[in-house]
């Protein structure tokens, strides 16, 4: 009889199993009874296949052929995020009818952005999970509701959320980090601040969820977006949904 003499690489097994979830996370995930999702980023990558890029450059083209150059600084004009054109647009002509057209151009190309959007790992059976045990769900995001709802449609989530959608509208100062979605959802679904999570991957959402009250846990897809959300005061910090579904099966 030979004797098998195969030995398993500790360092192997180290890096087979699921890195530890950080500190406080546990105790978050106890205590939401209601859950706030950013929609960007947490649930998929909106831009993943249609480029965020361009859409920027698309809308700082349109406002050129208007006539209207001088609007945006240079820093505006080389943005690689459209939300940044429509916001300082706004800045200089709130609730103006040019705003209400670009705001309706972007949210367009998100529609466009939808089909090919990627869903970030994890996200959908911890969304099902964190619903099949008792929490509640609700989006509070700055891109536009309509494209929230095409993208939920799209991988059978939105009767995890319905109706509780709530996103970019005309006020476009109610943008994060303005707490206002955030206070919207809570208000609708009669919930305290400290019965509720923010999962947010910006730091525009942790200073949304600060001025309201709400626990957060910032989620980056690398370790320089999670540097970022630390630096913006964030304590708990995944640059993973695994750990957080883990806790929720837990």
Aim: proline share 7%; aromatic share 4%.
């Amino acid at each position: 009889m030979t004797s098998d003499t195969t030995q398993t690489d500790p360092v192997a097994v180290r890096a087979a199993r699921p890195a530890p979830a950080p500190d406080g996370l546990r105790d978050l995930v106890a205590r939401a009874r209601v859950v706030l999702w950013d929609f960007d980023g947490p649930i998929c990558r909106l831009f993943a296949g249609h480029s965020a890029e361009r859409v920027a450059r698309d809308l700082v083209q349109w406002l050129e052929g208007r006539g209207l150059h001088g609007l945006l600084t240079d820093t505006e004009r080389e943005t690689l995020d459209p939300q940044v054109v429509l916001r300082a647009v706004d800045r200089r002509h709130p609730r103006s009818d040019l705003v209400a057209e670009l705001e309706e151009r972007l949210t367009q190309e998100e529609l466009r952005a939808t089909a090919s959007a990627m869903p970030t790992a994890y996200a959908d059976p911890l969304i099902r999970t964190w619903t099949a045990v008792g929490s509640r769900m609700a989006i509070t995001t700055n891109n536009s509701p309509r494209v929230v709802r095409t993208y939920l449609e799209s991988r059978g989530l939105a009767g995890c959320f319905h109706p509780h959608v709530y996103g970019r509208t005309q006020e476009l100062h109610h943008l994060k980090p303005d707490p206002y979605c955030l206070g919207r959802a809570l208000n609708a679904m009669g919930a305290a601040p400290a019965a509720a999570l923010m999962i947010g991957d910006a730091p525009t959402d942790h200073e949304a969820a600060r001025r309201a009250g709400v626990p957060f846990l910032g989620y980056a897809s690398d370790e320089h977006k999670a540097a970022l959300l630390r630096s913006a005061g964030a304590d708990a910090v995944v640059t993973s949904l695994e750990p957080l579904l883990r806790e929720v099966r837990g």
